[in-house]
């Protein structure tokens, strides 16, 4: 069965300081990933996706994430934070056949001025 | 394309009332899924369509919820009789699902915050 975790449910950080947050997955086969973020009173938006080209993903905002089979991990990071990231994050991992999606409990990243 | 269009943005109503929610997916779009977050449990998969066909409501609560998507640009949620423990907010959010790998990419519409008193 797929599962993902997110090891952090808060990350504080100062402003002009990198990010990270970290995404363990766990799949029965080669899996699709997805880092989404969520400002406060908003939908979701896609980050990034993973979809087994390039292990090194980058997405929208300066935000990146590394797909590392041999750790099961898919951390994100951004090399400097901006006040405008602050909002909560979603690991999310392809499901199954029919393709639905599993989402961590997310991550609530707050920036520091 | 104006995205995923949910209505209402805000609904508070009483306990025991009927309460309809709404969505427009974006147009192309064939899956459709509703999901409900709460900070207790977060975001979870409530139903979702394929084609405007139910394909798995194993995340419908109880009885009292029920979805219908009666064409490809409409779907709604309702829940009745509405119970406190419901307040929750509600996303919509539609796919097309792309390629061999089925990666679904979501497109979320803004969500609907639902308050039972």
Known sequence: A?????????????????????????????PSLFWYVQHPN????????????????????GFEAEFKK???????????????????????VNGGSQGNLIFGKGTKLSVKP | DAGVIQSPRHEVTEMGQEVTLR?????????????????????????????NVPIDDSGMPEDRFSAKMPNASFSTLKIQ??????????????????????ANVLTFGAGSRLTVL
């Not at chain 1, 090891?7 to 363990?24: K, Q």
């Not at chain 1, 908003?42 to 905002?61: C, D, E, H, P, W």
């Not at chain 1, 041999?70 to 909002?87: G, I, N």
């Not at chain 2, 509405?82 to 089925?102: I, M, Q």
């Open chain 1, 2 to 30: 797929q599962s993902v975790t997110q090891l952090d449910s808060h990350v504080s950080v100062s402003e002009g300081t990198p990010v990270l947050l970290r995404c363990n997955y766990s799949s029965s086969y080669s």
């Open chain 1, 42 to 61: 908003k939908g979701l938006q896609l980050l990034l996706k993973y979809t087994s080209a390039a292990t090194l993903v980058k997405g929208i905002n």
């Open chain 1, 70 to 92: 041999s750790e099961t991990s898919f951390h994100l990071t951004k090399p400097s934070a901006h006040m405008s990231d602050a909002a909560e994050y979603f690991c999310v």
């Open chain 2, 23 to 51: 969505c427009k997916p974006i147009s192309g779009h064939d899956y459709l899924f509703w999901y409900r977050q709460t900070m207790m449990r977060g975001l979870e998969l409530l139903i979702y369509f394929n084609n």
């Open chain 2, 81 to 102: 009789p509405s119970e406190p423990r419901d307040s929750a907010v509600y996303f919509c959010a539609s796919s097309l699902r792309r390629g061999f790998t089925g």
